[in-house]
C-alpha cells in the first residue's frame, strides 16, 4: 500500500521555496517491484522524476540480515522500531511513523537528488541527499511539531 497520497506529496512539497521545485517533473506513486521485495527501496530519482514505492499493508519489513547502522538510526529518528527474530530481523513502523518518514525523509531526499548538479560520484550524491533531508526535511518537521505541541 502506498503511506502517503498524491494530495500528502503536494501538500508537503507546497511547504519548501518554490526555486527547489523548479526543476522537478513529476512525482510518481510507483508499484511495488522486485527490487522493492528484495531490499529497502522507498523512493527513487530518475531525471527530474521522483518514484516512491508502497509498502507492506501490515507496515512491517523483514529483512534476513541485521540492519546497517546508517539503516537504523534512519527508521528509528522517524519512529521506525527494528526487532530481532530469530536470525532475521523486522522493521515495524506506525501509521503516522511511516507518514513522517515518507514525507519528511525519502521524498525529501529524492528531491535532494533532482537538484544535485555538483556531485557525480554516488558517494557523494548520496551524503548531499541525506543533508538535503535533514536540513529540508527532518529539522523543519520536528521544530513544527514542537510549536504545535506548544
Request: charged share 25%; aromatic share 12%; proline share 7%.
Amino acid at each position: 500500500m502506498h503511506v502517503v497520497t498524491a494530495q500528502d506529496v503536494r501538500d508537503r512539497l507546497a511547504e519548501l521555496p518554490s526555486r527547489l521545485l523548479a526543476p522537478l517533473q513529476i512525482v510518481q506513486l510507483g508499484r511495488m517491484t522486485a527490487k522493492k521485495r528484495s531490499f529497502p527501496c522507498y523512493g527513487l530519482q530518475w531525471g527530474n522524476a521522483i518514484y516512491l514505492y508502497p509498502l507492506e499493508d501490515t507496515l512491517i519489513e523483514e529483512y534476513g540480515r541485521p540492519p546497517r547502522p546508517a539503516e537504523y538510526h534512519e527508521a528509528r529518528l522517524y519512529g521506525g522500531r527494528w526487532v530481532q527474530s530469530g536470525p532475521a530481523w523486522k522493521l515495524v513502523w506506525t501509521e503516522p511513523a511511516i507518514r513522517d518518514f515518507y514525507l519528511n525523509n525519502v521524498l525529501i531526499h529524492e528531491l535532494g537528488h533532482v537538484l544535485d548538479s555538483r556531485n557525480s560520484n554516488p558517494r557523494d550524491r548520496e551524503r548531499f541527499a541525506e543533508w538535503f533531508a535533514i536540513s529540508y526535511g527532518y529539522r523543519p518537521s520536528r521544530r513544527a511539531a514542537k510549536l504545535v505541541g506548544r
